[in-house]
């Protein structure tokens, strides 16, 4: 049977209630401008009824606050994180690209590719009208060096842009390891909380938070899943297990978490000929084993870093092993036959039936037709080879470097060095069929620094063929050849080293404009000049079109990436807004509804005072007035 002072305890349960309703509330209001706070109501259930032994059984006994916890949905926040991967690595890649594309764009007139090209080739035409003249001969030759100037100048920025690619990876990687030791925390904290019986509201909005700033540095998935008592696994713990994944790699488990380091490649490790030195690979701190920062299922702005830094559109070689000894491997059916179009560096690292292998060096032979049809690269001989490992290697497909399906950095100092290899090449070889006005046989023109020794130049070979000619000058015959890559070929000339030949560049005379049998002495014709004249936009140079076409081509492929990244950014960010805003209708605090609540908890709070009052004043009758 209930007390008769029992209307009192049914009473100041509604007034307790509504005291933490509206506590809650102005906690809500206090942090409508916090970063990942989450709404959090009160959850409230009816007392246990009292059995009183009367006809109608029992009575009720008021109300409980069973919880406060935090308003949120766990399907949203999926959602978002998907997307914010999304986002970011277009995002990203944007910002990187934006920068390429500035570097192309010929926004001054004066420095612009065309406008230089044009220049040379108008000086050109002034030195076919006086072969003779010293003038024009040292104009002509200031805007062929502006033209390697401006490939010099623009192989720098890119690597700029990679060195500075380079350091954000680092940043990414540290922010990573900041987020998952904090996660660790967090959960740990976390869990002390529930298993005592309360809700950690805050804490999980904190980890929360952690794993929105994550998401969009790389693939998150997060899995929370309860904590059992083997002995009794309906019993409710108050504790989860919390496991965080990126890019499908175990982050942290729980109290433990992982931590990524970068090392840098050594330079018998790198891929991609142009590529700066010390460029960082990610790595597991505990076992050294290497973390896939771009698998093809994700993105982030992590993966998008290793894209454009390292993208070469698939154009490293690709060959098959046809011997293996214990210093070297000998590939054939190469993917490059033209050794302009080789990308690979002097020495790096190459990869088969799943190992790495260092080279120092490597060796190629030509067929008659100057094809490339084989390559013996030299291993590091810390990397020697054993007996049995070399008859498995035989017959497997070989690469240089990493396949990144992209056109990033490397690519495009690919396509320059391609140009250049060209061009340079069909130039010198006219300019070598010349005299000077000395009468002296010419030497090549466009030439390749040293960059350790800038006063070494590499004159470029023009063959990569034995031929022998009759009487005539009509060739009979003709075998391949073998060469080192430390030969002097085209091989050697990059967007960052082009330049051309120092005696030339100080003395104007050694310039040839006529063969020969054309040569006056003291008078110089200009035959050769005509036939340079061609190079303009009348012979084959780069991507089956002129040389005035190479801008026109390299801005097309930027522009393409460019575009399709700010489309798709803009689209992420379309459906971010979309996927925030029904996360918010479930966590975010409405201003309006916390008002109606706060208005609708104060009258239930003055309802239960008022039940105290009357319940006071029939105790006072009761007691006061009523007596035997």
Known sequence: MSSTFFGLTIASSGLNTAQAQINTTANNISNVNTNGYSKQVVNTVAASALRVYQAY???????????????????????????????????????YMNQIQDYYNETNKDSGFTTIYTKMFNAMSSLQGSPGDDTVRKQFISTAKQLTEYFNQLSTKLKDLQNSINDEIKTAVDDINAVSEKVA?????????????????????????LIDKLSKIVDVSVKETPVTNSNDPDMYTGATYYQVYINGQQLVDTYEYNRLSVVSRQPDEMFNQSDIDGLYEIVWEDDGNKFNATPSSSGGELKAMFEVRDGNNNENLHANV???????????????????????????????NNMLFSYQSFDFTTDSKGNVVSITFNLDTEDAITADVAATLTGRSLQVGDDVDYMGIPYYQNQMNLFLRSFCQKFNQIEQSGVDLDGNDMTAFFIAKDDIDSIIEHQMRDELVDKVLDANGNVVSSTGKTFSNSDETYYLMTAGNVSIIKETDKDARKFATTVKENYTSGVDAADLVVQLQKLQSKQTIFRGGGGDAFLRCIYADVTIDTQECQIFTTNFTNIQSSISQQRMSVSGVDEDEEALDLIKFQNAYNLASKCISVFSEIYDRLILNTGV
Not at 64 to 85: C, F, G, H, L, P
Request: hydrophobic share 30%.
């Open 322 to 352: 046809q011997s293996a000894t214990a210093t070297s491997i000998t590939v054939t059916n190469l993917s490059i036959t033209d050794i302009n179009e080789f990308n690979m560096p002097n020495k790096g690292q190459i990869s088969t």
């Open 57 to 95: 059984g029992t009575t009720g006994t008021g109300v409980e606050v069973e919880s406060v916890t935090q308003s949120r949905d766990a399907y949203y926040d999926e959602k978002y994180w998907n997307n914010s991967t999304a986002l970011g690595f277009y995002e990203k890649k944007q910002y």
């Open 185 to 209: 925390i967090l959960t740990k904290q976390i869990n002390v909380i529930e298993q005592g019986g309360g809700h950690a509201n805050e804490l999980r909005d904190q980890r929360a938070l």
